[in-house]
């Protein structure tokens, strides 16, 4: 009989006869949650009963049970409270009404529009492109800043760090890069930010033009460490599902490192040894295993631009050396600069894209590489031009670059306000490199 019934029909026949399976709280300590009774697989996630319910998601087993890590608050949570499985690991929304939506590090919408209830559901996890299936990256894409643009040109598909201490001018960059790219969609994750600065952010850095145009992931300093991470995959599963749709997508991340911190606590939480700094083994795994997922593919791409936010400036911090030896590219924001003043604060010559050959052509490279010689005689003969002890004629490359220097630092300073797009930038280049 049930051969002649719809499909969807006996699963949820089957469903609905099956005996509801409930497992207890355990034991509550400090971050983690011990559930008895219950059988689930890690990353699957887990409802207690409470008022009002509270997921967890499961990290790891022991003897005594699950050890699980609340998304939400425990205050009211006893030890004997009941505990449902969910099914299985967390699910998302995905489809075009995620434009110009804020959401949280679930994927739930926090601004108050239409319910996304009604998008098809996929999961959070997701696997890599493999290694031989992508496509060679080939084609530059725009995103506004003309030092960027010129100078640490970016590719469709490429990954690229942005390395620099608080409050250098990470995030203001990022929202110059959301307004003026030339990529369609810009999905936009906010790990670990001050509550503060979130509406500060969409309303003055990303303004309604840019937010028409991108998905926003919000986890703030204050959310569970297992939201925070889970917001970084939440926003790359978002990229994923316009890369697959055959779009080419900005994906960018503030911070890398407030993600690693966070898995930092989860793993400290469930039991690993602490490692370098204090970081468990298991917050150096997850950087490949989130960063690989961005890229091309055969249908599209995902320009990935991560912030790492370098404890003191120190450009060997764990987190920031091994981003950099996972990404394509890192551009470095200098301190020195920003508080002279000079916005986006990158340092050109402490910056690199490791596929500058393969989108930009001969004369575009020479005009960057003149520029780039010219900054490093300016900063070698600066201290001595401030003293009066530089004799002009000494070196041509420094007498050159003191004459230009007026114009090149002009051109590297752009206003937030300010976007050009990528053949205006480079004939601005090639204009201030030709007598």
């Known amino acids: 009989m049930s051969a002649l019934l719809a499909p969807d029909l006996v699963a949820r026949a089957h469903e609905a006869v099956r005996p509801a399976v409930r497992g207890t709280v355990g034991e ?6 011990t ?4 059988r689930a697989a890690v990353g699957d996630l887990l409802e207690i009963e409470h008022q009002p319910p509270v997921l967890a998601e499961v990290v790891a087993s022991n003897r005594r049970g699950l050890v699980c890590l609340p998304l939400g608050s425990l205050p009211g949570v006893s030890p004997g409270a009941l505990v449902r499985p969910c099914g299985g690991p967390l699910t998302i929304g995905v489809g075009d009404a995620l434009r110009g939506r804020v959401l949280d590090g679930l994927g739930r919408p926090v601004d108050g529009g239409p319910s996304l209830a009604a998008l098809p559901r996929v999961s959070v996890e997701h696997p890599a492109p493999a290694a031989l299936s992508r496509p060679r ?3 530059q894409v725009g ?3 003309r030092a960027l643009d010129s100078l640490v040109p970016c590719g469709r598909g490429q990954r690229i760090g942005i390395m620099a201490g608080s409050g250098v001018g990470k995030s203001s960059l990022l929202s110059m890069v959301a307004r003026g790219t030339d990529a369609e969609i810009s999905v936009i994750a906010l790990v670990g930010e001050r509550g503060r600065e979130v509406r500060e952010f969409i309303e003055n850095d ?4 840019g937010l028409a145009r991108s998905v926003v992931v919000v986890a703030t300093s204050d959310a569970p460490p297992v939201e925070r991470v889970r917001s970084a995959f939440v926003a790359t599963r978002i990229a994923e599902w ?4 055959g779009r080419d997508v ?6 890398l490192t407030r993600v690693a911190m966070a898995q930092r606590e989860i793993g400290l939480s469930a039991g690993e040894p602490p490692a370098t700094r204090g970081y468990p083994p298991s917050s150096f795994t997850l950087l490949p295993r989130l960063l690989e997922r961005a890229g091309t593919s055969s249908t599209g791409s995902i320009t990935g631009l991560y912030t790492v936010l370098v404890e003191g400036d120190d450009l060997q911090d764990p987190v920031g050396d091994t981003a950099r030896s996972i990404l394509d590219g890192h551009v470095v924001l200098s301190r020195r600069l920003a508080t002279a003043g000079h916005f986006p604060a990158i340092d050109v010559l402490e910056s690199i894209s490791r596929v500058t050959n393969a989108v930009t052509d001969p004369t575009q490279q020479r005009d960057a590489r003149l520029v780039r010689r010219l900054l490093a ?4 003969v600066k201290e001595l031009v401030e003293i009066g002890a530089y004799v002009p004629g000494t070196d041509g490359d420094a007498d050159v670059a003191l004459a230009l220097m007026p114009q090149i630092e002009e051109f590297l300073q752009q206003p937030m306000d300010d976007h050009d797009d990528l053949s205006d930038t480079w004939h601005r280049l090639s204009r201030l490199v030709t007598p």
Do not use: K
């Not at 990303?206 to 033009?209: A, K, N, R």
């Not at 316009?242 to 749709?245: A, C, G, K, P």
């Open 143 to 145: 995103l506004g800043v």
């Open 377 to 380: 005689a300016h900063r070698d």
């Open 242 to 245: 316009f890369r697959d749709d």
């Open 206 to 209: 990303l303004g309604p033009e």
């Open 137 to 139: 990256i080939s084609r």
């Open 28 to 33: 509550l300590l400090g971050l983690q949650v």
């Open 35 to 38: 559930v008895t009774g219950l």
């Open 250 to 255: 900005v994906l960018m991340m503030d911070s």
